[in-house]
């Protein structure tokens, strides 16, 4: 069984900062890609950052310079730094991970979401 376990999430202001954490724990074989989605009320999940597993990444346009993803492959951590914060950026934010957990079986996994609310 396999889990992923996110943390870091809050209420920030405008223009304020947060770091998310995501550590994925169980029978885990090898770690692919992890990254991290966010959904808004209303609006369908996307795509924020990823993160392969030998570091190359990614970004949607409305996040890029402002987040950084980096992953501790040692801990099966993935990390969202996220700054200039604005409310746009208020959402629940999911982990997500391609994980196998025997040679060759490889699903993707989902964490539980932390809500990230940017707000005077």
């Known amino acids: 069984q396999v889990q992923l376990v996110e943390s870091g999430g809050g209420l920030v202001q405008p223009g304020g900062s947060l770091r998310l954490s995501c550590a994925a724990s169980g029978s885990i074989f090898s770690i692919n890609t992890m990254g991290w989605y966010r959904q808004a009320p209303g609006k369908q999940r996307e795509l924020v950052a990823g993160i392969r597993i030998g570091g190359s990444t990614n970004y949607a346009d409305a996040v890029k310079g402002r987040f950084t993803i980096s992953r501790d492959n040692a801990k099966n951590t993935v990390y969202l730094q996220m700054n200039s914060l604005n409310p746009d950026d208020t959402a629940v934010y999911y982990c997500?991970?391609?994980?196998?957990?025997?040679?060759?079986?490889?699903?993707?996994?989902w964490g539980q979401g932390t809500q990230v609310t940017v707000s005077s």
């Open positions: 997500n991970a391609q994980i196998a957990t025997s040679w060759g079986l490889w699903r993707d996994y």
